[in-house]
Nanobody, 126 residues
Framework: QVQLVESGGGLVQAGGSLRLSCAAS????????MGWFRRAPGKSREFVAA????????KSADSVKGRFTISRDNAKNTVYLQMNSLKSEDTAVYYC???????????????????WGQGTQVTVSS
């Protein structure tokens, strides 16, 4: 059983930056594809970014491409989401996720992930 704990959320002005962290425990971190989803008020859950087990082949949603960067440190059992040039539409609860996959050909759908964190709130003021 993998436990995921997010941190780093908060209130930031539009154009600002935040870095989210997700610490994993209870499993072999380096064997999991890691990712981030978000849910904005009144909207459905949305894929944000994912990264393969060895840190390669990162992918991100078109809405955040060029502004958000996902990375991982297998030695620290931690995945990060660096968020730059934040916009009001980025306001959401951000969830860290972990899943098992042989390929990164998908890994953008919520059902592909087995473990979810509790979420951290990100609020961007305009």
């Amino acid at each position: 059983q993998v436990q995921l704990v997010e941190s780093g959320g908060g209130l930031v002005q539009a154009g600002g930056s935040l870095r989210l962290s997700c610490a994993a425990s209870g499993g072999t971190f380096s064997s999991y594809v890691m990712g981030w989803f978000r849910r904005a008020p009144g909207k459905s859950r949305e894929f944000v970014a994912a990264i393969s087990v060895n840190g390669g082949d990162p992918k991100s949603a078109d809405s955040v491409k060029g502004r958000f960067t996902i990375s991982r440190d297998n030695a620290k059992n931690t995945v990060y989401l660096q968020m730059n040039s934040l916009k009001s539409e980025d306001t959401a609860v951000y969830y860290c996720v972990a899943g098992v996959a042989d390929t990164m050909s998908t890994m953008t759908l919520s059902y592909e992930y087995d473990y979810w964190g509790q979420g951290t709130q990100v609020t961007v003021s305009s």
